[in-house]
């Protein structure tokens, strides 16, 4: 038995700058016209932003406060064995992976880490290919860096995503690609991506000499009974992989700016290292490291309670909008429906569920491409959020048609 948590309470986020709450009319919809709310902010569900409306974990919370009484914030690394021991052990125990500690490097997130990588893995003329739909901050990651992006639309079978090989084999071939970047588990789809399907992708790309960014900052939040498998796990040897991890999704410690980096080859490494200071927020690496270190009964329970939730979910729309397709994901606290039954290709969802029915969500248009008539919603809420939020979804959409 597990210790209890609430995950069903109500928390008041007002006051803590959150951005779940003042930066959605610039991050949903920055210059789109026509934003006009009904509903007073206090009473908007917010299911945009992926991060969580739960308290973390009180060992968590507890080494905080103990950190914060000590009273002194002065420069602070992460090398000590403390820290990474614990994120190896957790590595080892849920994944049986079996990292090398001597790769693995500091990161102010994740973003941070596409930002520069792409830098530092193209070749002159080189580019980038994803999947779509995908994260957003991968194809502003290539823009940035003013690379070509190139995409590949995965194959979607009534809500369930596949790579399509050929297509990707055909534009390492044809489009000069340095680096792939793998999101896995994928947002927004929820895909595990099993090990046959992995060693074909990396296989392709280790055979045209293609470094792989996988990106498995989903991966501790999957559903129960689902094993996931890090990529770099698969393939030991090979220094062509780059493993992003973090507690920030995971332990809903988002705003700590805090990610593992594991960079097995060595020139990369070593840029990484000569361009970023090893210092620390000592706050982020006290929450890091008590997450890993204390942090399995929590999200264990924080596990099973998303479950419910999508089981919630799934059967609402099931019961109120038939035509809706979707599927209960196997990892993310993220539900990916396809409601182009109901809407026009151009309709723009985000600002329809905004206007009609007072819930921040993120449309299809906000992942790159192949997602035209989609929204996705963030999950990790407490119960009641998630009824009243799938209940304005439906009754707007309902209004509509009739
Ligand atoms: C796939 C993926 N990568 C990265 C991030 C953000 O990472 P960070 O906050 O560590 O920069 C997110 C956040 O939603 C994400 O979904």
Known sequence: MGMKYDFDKIIDRTGTHAMSLEGYEDYLFGETEGLDIKYPPEDMIRMWV????FETSVAIVNSLRQRIDHGIFGYTQRKGAAYISAFAQWTKERYDWSLNTDHLVSAKGVIPVLYKLIN????????????TPSYAFFKHAADYNKVPLIKSDLINNRGHYTMDYEDIAYKIAHHN?????????????????????????????????????????????????????????????SDKIITCMAP???????????ANVVIPNNTLRERWNSDHLPIEN??????????????????????????????????????????????????????????SAYFQKEENLTLFFANKAGVLL?????????????????????????????????????????
């Open 120 to 131: 530092y893995t193209c070749k002159p003329h080189g580019s980038v290919l994803i999947t």
């Open 177 to 237: 690609v340095s680096l792939f970047i793998l999101c896995h588990p994928h947002n927004p789809t929820g895909r595990v991506w099993m090990e046959d399907e992995l060693k074909k992708l990396t296989d392709l790309c280790l055979e045209n000499d293609v470094f792989i960014i996988a990106d498995e900052i989903h991966c501790d939040i999957v559903r129960n009974g689902v094993r996931f498998r890090p990529l770099a796990s698969l393939y030991p040897d």
């Open 282 to 339: 000592p706050l982020s690496l006290t929450a890091a490291h008590a997450a890993y270190a204390a942090g399995h009964d929590w999200l264990h329970q924080m596990n099973l309670y998303l479950d419910k939730n999508f089981v919630f979910a799934s059967d609402y729309l099931k019961v109120h909008l038939p035509q809706a397709i979707h599927s209960i994901p196997a990892a993310t606290y993220l539900m990916w429906i396809d409601l």
């Open 50 to 53: 992926a991060d969580m409306e």
């Open 362 to 402: 993120e449309g299809g248009d906000m992942f790159v491409d192949n997602a035209d008539g989609f929204i996705r919603l963030n999950l990790a809420c407490p119960r009641s959020k998630v009824e009243e939020g799938l209940k304005r979804i439906c009754a707007a959409i309902n209004a509509k048609s009739s």
């Open 248 to 258: 920030s999704k995971t332990f809903n410690l988002a705003g700590f700016m805090f």
